[in-house]
């Protein structure tokens, strides 16, 4: 199943083949179905470093799902590490928009916000610009570990191309990704709406699960409430 002799994996065992190459130890990997922790515990105990990974997964795992589906007073989305939304709650979609209203090249975060295209957050020039330097520091981060992934080249290039304003700040090359943010939303049917949002990053998925939550007082009513359907954003 590994591809690997016999012979080789008998030296392996005995302790007399000392320095397996990636290939053998990647080829092991899959043939044995380990973990993404059991891969990396494998190379460090070979002396090697994790292999580069080629694609950034899109995979939702159950439990983010139920996550998601769970909270249903807090706008919830779940974005991969191109900055493109691969789920979503219903307050999310009543608060923002719904994503699958979009055309898919619209979707995506970053392209979003540096082509100009419409949103219903505001930020002040400051705001934004710090928006903007930790979501590049964030997309610099996920060319490192994907370098492979032609999708998100594609987005780079694309984003490179359509003004300085992306490129001067990639070619700063900021460190860091995109963690947190207060922010104001212009609801068209409620008007302004202050919320927090905090990024949780999942380790084996490298997803991104953004959640907002309500700021000031009587907050948590300004931000509204789906009827039991779940298809209206009304004031609570």
């Known amino acids: ?15 007399r083949a000392l320095a397996p190459s990636a290939q053998i130890l990647g080829a092991l990997a899959r043939a044995l179905r380990v973990s ?12 090697l470093p994790e292999p580069v990974k080629t694609q950034v997964p899109r995979h939702l795992p159950d ?13 919830v989305a779940v974005y991969d590490a191109r ?10 979609a009543a608060v923002m928009g719904d994503p699958a209203a979009r055309p ?15 949103t219903r957050v505001v930020r002040d020039h400051t705001a934004a610009t ?30 490179s191309s359509s003004g300085n304003k992306f ?25 302004g709406l202050s919320v927090a949002c905090a990024v949780l990053t999942t380790r084996r998925h490298d997803l ?11 907050a948590s009513r300004e931000m509204g409430l789906l009827d039991d359907r779940g298809r209206e954003f009304v004031l609570a």
């Open 36 to 47: 993404a922790a059991e891969q990396m515990e494998l190379f460090r105990l070979a002396g």
């Open 104 to 118: 898919a090249s619209e979707r995506n975060l970053a392209r979003r916000q540096f082509l100009g295209l419409p």
């Open 63 to 75: 439990e983010v799902r139920r996550m998601v589906d769970g909270l249903r007073l807090a706008p």
């Open 83 to 92: 900055w493109d939304p691969i789920a979503w709650n219903p307050l999310w």
């Open 208 to 218: 991104r699960v953004v959640i907002y939550t309500p700021q000031g007082p009587g």
């Open 1 to 15: 199943m590994a591809g690997v002799s016999p012979d080789y994996l008998t030296q392996l065992e005995q302790g």
């Open 130 to 159: 710090s928006f903007e330097t930790a979501l590049v520091a964030d997309l610099r981060g996920t060319m490192t570990r994907y370098p492979g992934d032609r999708a998100l080249a594609v987005l780079i290039g694309q984003l």
């Open 167 to 191: 490129r001067s700040r990639w070619d700063e090359r900021p460190a860091g990704d995109y963690s947190s943010e207060l922010k104001t939303i212009d609801h068209p049917e409620v008007g």
